[in-house]
């Protein structure tokens, strides 16, 4: 069993930055491919960002490529997404996700485990 917590979500102006963490328990971190996900109110769960073992080359959205970083840290078991020139369209529930395997996955049915989700809310 993996669980999952996220933090770090809040209210920003249109053009800043938040980073947002996602602290998991267990001893096998490193063997999970994580990934963040974002919920609008109204609208499916969509991808975000993923990563795959230390080493391997993440993933994004379209939506987000070159405004936000997926990363990680196996000492902390802890994943962050840093997230830069907010837009309005970013305000969303940003959950945390993990799954074993060292691959990336972009699917929410590829994942087993899933956090509680943060707010982000962009503003204008």
């Known amino acids: 069993q993996v669980q999952l917590v996220e933090s770090g979500g809040g209210l920003v102006q249109a053009g800043g930055s938040l980073r947002l963490s996602c602290a998991a328990s267990?001893?096998?971190?490193?063997?999970?491919?994580m990934g963040w996900f974002r919920q609008a109110p109204g609208k499916e769960r969509e991808f975000v960002a993923a990563?795959?073992?230390?080493?391997?080359?993440?993933y994004y959205a379209d939506s987000v490529k070159g405004r936000f970083t997926i990363s990680r840290d196996n000492a902390k078991n802890t994943v962050y997404l840093q997230m830069e020139s907010l837009k309005l369209e970013d305000t969303a529930v940003y959950y945390c996700a993990a799954r074993w395997g060292s691959s990336i996955y972009f699917r929410t049915t590829d994942y087993v485990y899933w956090g509680q989700g943060t707010q982000v809310t962009v503003s204008s």
């Open positions: 267990g001893r096998t971190f490193s063997s999970y491919a």
């Open positions: 990563i795959g073992w230390i080493g391997s080359s993440p």
